[in-house]
Each structure stands twice: as C-alpha cells, then as structure tokens.
C-alpha cells in the first residue's frame, strides 16, 4: 500500500525544548519494554494483528455473510466501546450491505420507540455487545427487543436472528447458552474501548460490506511499523510525549479536529478511548472533537483567544475523495472568481492549513495526524496507531491506561438507586441524599 501515516510536528518546534525526547526516551523505552512483554492485563490487542487472523476472521465472515443474505437492518445494540468503533467505521468507510444502525447506547424511550417503529416490519437481524453482559443500557434494551422480536418472526426464527457478541463468561454468556443464541467471543485480554479489531467491530464492519481484511492488515501494518521503542522511529510514541509535554504546560484539553461530518462517531470513539485510559487520580487531558470549517464559525473565537489551555491534533487526509471544482461564474459577484478551477478538496485542505498557523501563532499548538486516503486499510492503521499512542501516553502520565474504576463508580451508584438487592444500604443512603436534595 503506496504512502504512509505521517506525524506533522511542524507547528511543535518552537514549544517544545530541543533535548525533550533525548530526555525522555530512556522513560518511553522502560515503558516500551514493559507493554511488550505483556505484564499487565488488557495488552491483547497489542500483538492481535501479528497473529494469525483466519481463526478470527473465518465465523466472522460466516456469520457477515448469512446476515447479509436474509437481512434489511442490523441492529447493533452496545455501549462504550460495544459500539463507537463500529459506528465510526461503518460512517466513514463506504460498504454496500444492509443498513447498519445502534441502540443501546442511552435510555431514551423515545429513540428506542422510533428505531422499533423503523425495523418492526423489516427483516432484521439484532446483534448484543457486552463483554459481560452486565451493563445496564444493552441489557434493557435487549430486554425490550426480545419479546418484540419472538412477537414478529416466532420464537425459533427471532432466536436465529439474534447474534451475541460477549466474554467466555458473564451474564449474557450464560443468557446466550440458555436460549441457544449464536455468539462470536470477545477476548478476555482486551479491553472494551480497544476491542473494534475484534469481532466487535469487525461484524457489524462485514456486514456494511467494509473489507475487514483490508482493516487488518493496515492494523498489522502499524503493529509492524510501531515496533520500534526509539522516539525518531515511532510516531505514535511521539505523539503520546507531546500530549504529556502540552499537559504539564498547562494544555489541559486536547481538540480532535477532522474536516467531514462523517468523522464524527470516529471522535467519539478516540474521545472514550483517550479519557477511560487518562482521566485519573485527578489528572489527565480533556479529549474534545471539532469539525472543521464548520466549528471555526462557533468555537472558532474560543479556540483563537479565548484560555490557552487548548492543543490540536488535526487528522489530515491526502487523497481527494470526490474531485468538485470551483466553476467559473460570468456576473457572479461573490468575490471568489480567484478559486474558480480550484477544488473543494484543495479549499478545504489550504483553508485548515492556514487555521493551523493562525492557531499556533494565538498560542493553540498543534499537530496533524495525516493518511494518504479513507479506506479499510488506512482505518485499520489509524485505530492501531492511536490505541499504542494512548497506552503509551496513559504509562507516561503514571496511571493504568485499562482499567476503569470511575466508570465502575458511578454504575454501583446508578444500581443502588435503582434498587439492586445487593446494594439495598447503599441505596437506601443515597436515595435519602437525593430526597435532602429536592
């Protein structure tokens, strides 16, 4: 595959010190050494695309494939890292299959009422995320899906509808064997927010019609390529010592700019994964996501001169996705006869560039991540590329960069109130907190 991922640090130079990654490169090596020999949990993915990939790939690509023959809706039904790679995935890449939609990632009635009410007379296929099968959200919605499901297809033909996708244990493990519903396995060595190159994300990618080869071998390309623990050598480790250094300078919010709507559940999915693996002990960076140039004319002012507390990675893409020129207008007076010829592609490109320069020049250093094209394979190499930055990036701030105690926080929480017999004190605590509170 012609071209590479390139880390544009142009616009870092003059904010950070000349011998910072001389400095810092014993650290990052320690740190190297200790992710590849894998001594704390949730390193799976880490060597995932080196393995042999048939194993994974083979009841994938089956099950993709009789979805897709019998199938007008796939209905994804997660949450977190259940589905924000997957929505990323299937938004950015072109694929030709039924249509790929979520739930189960909020409570809303009213959105699970308008998702039934557009899949109930369609030939749908459900398939759960959960590696434990305990989270609230998919869980409910499971719970409103079933009977509706046996209600419009029967009891053998909804069964056969239904795809698990979950742990080797867990309560939607034990769910799923109890009513003999096909599973694919989420591995027990990786996380949540790096699962999408596991069956995760890979089936509802397949069944979009996105070559899920392509995507792996652009991930074991960037595995391949960031094997290397020196700084010169590794962008992803460089980038994960620029997020450290625009911490500790006071940088506490880092803006994920892309310049395309379809860009959007990719932000989503790098903002769980960067602030789950940070946002710890009371630190860590702020993850937010802008589209350019649309947000330049709203938080445009903020970002120019508003609190210097931002930094940019901008993702950058090389190739022209569709070649739009500007026409030449006899008698049309909005003053940009000087583009006529040009691109749209070229306008928009030329117009961030220089957003950049006015943003550093204002104090918002930035950098920019850039790929020479959207595809499968550059997909694959952008997920990897940033899971290693942020493991590095996590070691590098002091904090496990895969588990997350917050989150487990605030779902006791939630249980309690909502009258888990386990947590009945618990609950009885808060609920009279909450009564203080009216």
Request: proline share 5%; charged share 20%.
């Amino acid at each position: 595959m012609a071209g590479q991922l390139v880390l544009d640090e142009s616009l870092m130079q003059n904010v950070v010190p000349d011998d910072l990654f001389h400095r810092l490169q014993p650290f990052v090596s320690l740190i190297h050494q200790r992710m590849h020999e894998g001594i704390d949990d949730g390193l799976g993915w880490l060597k995932a695309p080196l393995r042999d990939q048939e194993c994974l790939l083979s009841p994938v690509l089956d099950a993709a494939s009789r979805i897709r023959q019998d199938a007008d809706v796939f209905l994804v039904v997660g949450i977190g890292g259940s589905y924000m790679g997957a929505r990323a995935a299937v938004e950015l890449l072109p694929g030709a299959g039924p249509q790929v939609l979520f739930a189960g990632y909020q409570l809303s009635s009213a959105h699970f009422d308008q998702i039934w009410k557009h899949v109930e007379e369609q030939r749908v296929f459900v398939n759960v995320v959960s590696k434990s099968g305990s989270t609230l959200e998919p869980a409910l919605i499971f719970r409103l899906l079933w009977p509706r499901l046996v209600t419009r297809f029967g009891e053998d033909e909804a069964r056969r509808r239904i795809v698990v996708t979950t742990g080797v244990t867990g309560a939607l493990r034990q769910l799923a064997e109890a009513n003999g519903f096909p599973t694919l396995p989420i591995p027990e060595d990786i996380g949540g927010r790096y699962s999408l190159l596991t069956s995760v994300g890979l089936l509802p990618m397949a069944v979009a019609g996105i070559d899920i080869k392509a995507v792996l071998q652009g991930a074991r390309a960037a595995a391949l390529n960031l094997q290397e623990p020196e700084l010169a050598a590794n962008p992803a480790y460089r980038y994960a010592v620029y997020r450290n250094v625009m911490y500790r300078q006071g940088k506490i919010v880092e803006l994920l700019v892309t310049d395309d709507p379809k860009w959007q559940s990719f932000g989503e999915w790098w903002k769980q994964l960067f602030s789950e693996s940070e946002g710890k002990d009371g630190q860590g960076l702020f993850p937010a996501t802008a589209q350019f140039t649309t947000d330049l004319h709203s938080l445009g002012q903020y970002i120019q001169q508003g609190r210097r507390v931002l930094f940019e990675t901008v993702i950058e893409v090389e190739k022209e996705p569709v070649a739009l020129s500007i026409p030449d207008m006899e008698n049309w007076s909005d003053g940009f006869d000087f583009l006529a010829g040009k691109t749209l592609h070229w306008v928009n490109r030329q117009t961030i560039k220089a957003t950049r320069l006015a943003h550093a020049d204002g104090g918002v250093p930035n950098l920019a991540v850039r790929i020479p094209a959207v595809d499968a394979f550059w997909f694959g190499q952008l997920v990897y590329f940033f899971q290693k930055a942020c493991a590095m990036s996590g070691y590098l701030a002091g904090v496990n960069p895969f588990d997350q105690p917050g989150v487990e926080a605030y779902k006791r929480y939630a249980a309690a109130v909502l009258g888990r017999p386990d947590l009945s004190d618990l609950g009885k605590e808060l609920q009279q907190r909450l009564q203080d509170l009216e």
